[in-house]
C-alpha cells in the first residue's frame, strides 16, 4: 500500500505554525510519529491535502519539571522516553506500565504522547483496505447511517485503544491546546466525545503539552493490560488505578478503563463507596464489579465482548491488590 499525495510542510516554531495554518487552504492535518496516521492514510481512511509535521518544533519535544513540581510532557516526547522518565517513579508508575507496553520497541521509539493520546478509535469493520471499502456500503464512521458492530444503532461504537490516556486520567493529567494563537487546559478526559466516528472535542487545536499535577504523598498508582500478543498488540482492555493512601488508609481512588468503549471510561462513585470502610478482599471484589458493571465493550475488535469484561474485573481486583501490597512493603 502506498500513501496518497499530499504536500509537506515541516515548521520549525510555534509561530510559524500558526501563520502556515492560517495560510493553508484545505484540510491540513498534524503529524507527529506518523505510527497511527499514515497506515490509515495508506488504507485511504483519510486522504489530507497538506500535512503538517511539528517534530522539528523543538519546544515540544522536551520533559520538564517546574518549580512548584509540575511536570510538563511536550506533546512530541516519544513514548520510549516517556517510559524512560517514569521508569521507577512510584506516584506515576502507571504511566510507566502503559508507555512500556505501547505496541513494539520500534513503536514506541517512533511514536509521541501527542499521537498516542489523540490516536483514532478503531474497528474491524473500520479498519480495512480501500478494495474492502469499495464494496461495502459506508458505515456512521464512512458517512453512511449503518453499523455493521451493533445493529440498528444509530452511533459508532468504534473503540479507543490508547494504553496512556487512562493513567493520565487517574493522575489529573491535564491537556494544552492551541486554537486560534490562544493556549487552553482541559483535563484530559474532557477531551472526547464517547462517539467513535468523531472521538474528540477539540475541533483543529493542536496539542502541545500535557502537564502533571505535583505527586502527593501517599499516592501510588498502577496499569494493567489485556491484549492478544505481549510485545506488540493494542489493549483489548485496560485498567488504570491510584489510590491516594492517608493514615494507613485509602483516602481517594480512582479508576479508568481504556480498550471497551469508545472513550476512557471514567469509573464512577467508588471514593463514596470506599469511604470509612476497611479494604478486605471483599470490598475490593465489589469495587472490581463496579467497575465490570461500568464496561460495556462491544464485538468489534480482537477478542470477545464477554471476556474483554469480564478481564476488567479481573485486572481492576488485581490492580488494587497490588497497590495495597506494594505500600505495605
Ligand atoms: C502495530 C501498532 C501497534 C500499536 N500498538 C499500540 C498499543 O499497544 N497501545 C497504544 O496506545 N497505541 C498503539 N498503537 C497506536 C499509535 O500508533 C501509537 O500509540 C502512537 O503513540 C501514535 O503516535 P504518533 O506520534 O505516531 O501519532 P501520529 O500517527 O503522527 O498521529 C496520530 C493522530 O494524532 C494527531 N496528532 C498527533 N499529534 C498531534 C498534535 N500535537 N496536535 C494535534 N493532533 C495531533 C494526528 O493528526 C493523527 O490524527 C499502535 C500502532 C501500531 C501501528
Ligand atoms: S462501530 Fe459500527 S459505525 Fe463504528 S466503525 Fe464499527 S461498524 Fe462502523
Excluded at 46 to 68: A, F, G, V, W, Y
Aim: glycine share 6%; proline share 4%; aromatic share 8%.
Amino acid at each position: 500500500m502506498h500513501l496518497p499525495h499530499f504536500k509537506y510542510y515541516a515548521p520549525r516554531s510555534i509561530n510559524t505554525l500558526n501563520t502556515l495554518i492560517e495560510n493553508i487552504n484545505g484540510q491540513a492535518i498534524i503529524l507527529a510519529g506518523g505510527t497511527e496516521l499514515l497506515p490509515r492514510m495508506k488504507m485511504r481512511l483519510i486522504q489530507p491535502e497538506h500535512l503538517i509535521s511539528i517534530l522539528k518544533i523543538k519546544q515540544l519535544e522536551n520533559i520538564k519539571i517546574k518549580n512548584d513540581k509540575k511536570i510538563e510532557i511536550g506533546a512530541t516526547v516519544r513514548i520510549d522516553n516517556l517510559a524512560n522518565f517514569f521508569k521507577a517513579n512510584k506516584p506515576f508508575n502507571a504511566i510507566f506500565q502503559a508507555a512500556n507496553m505501547v505496541g513494539s520497541q520500534q513503536i514506541r521509539n517512533m511514536a509521541t504522547i501527542g499521537g498516542n493520546i489523540l490516536q483514532n478509535t478503531r474497528c474491524k469493520y473500520y479498519n480495512r483496505t480501500l478494495q474492502w471499502q469499495k464494496i461495502m456500503p459506508p458505515c456512521h464512521k464512512r458517512g453512511g447511517n449503518i453499523c455493521y458492530a451493533v445493529k440498528n444503532s444509530k452511533r459508532c461504537f468504534a473503540v479507543y485503544q490508547s494504553d496512556i490516556a487512562a493513567p493520565f486520567i487517574v493522575l489529573q493529567g491535564k491537556a494544552e491546546f492551541l486554537f486560534n494563537k490562544n493556549f487552553i487546559q482541559k483535563p484530559v478526559e474532557d477531551i472526547f466525545t464517547g462517539n467513535g466516528a468523531v472521538p474528540f472535542n477539540i475541533g483543529k487545536s493542536i496539542l502541545i503539552k500535557f502537564i502533571l499535577p505535583a505527586s502527593e504523598d501517599g499516592i501510588i498508582s498502577t496499569y494493567k493490560k489485556y491484549r492478544i500478543r505481549d510485545g506488540m498488540d493494542f489493549p483489548i482492555a485496560g485498567v488504570a488505578v491510584a489510590i491516594k493512601i492517608e493514615n494507613k488508609k485509602i483516602d481517594d481512588i480512582k479508576i479508568c478503563l481504556t480498550g471497551v468503549s469508545s472513550a476512557p471510561v471514567v469509573i464512577k462513585n467508588i471514593k463514596d463507596f470506599i469511604s470509612e470502610k476497611k479494604l478486605t478482599d471483599k470490598l475490593i471484589h465489589e469495587i472490581s464489579e463496579i467497575a465490570y458493571n461500568q464496561a460495556h465493550p462491544v464485538e468489534n475488535i480482537d477478542g470477545d465482548a464477554n471476556n474483554r469484561r469480564y478481564m476488567i474485573k479481573q485486572m481492576t481486583f488485581e490492580a488494587i491488590k497490588e497497590l495495597i501490597g506494594s505500600y505495605e512493603k
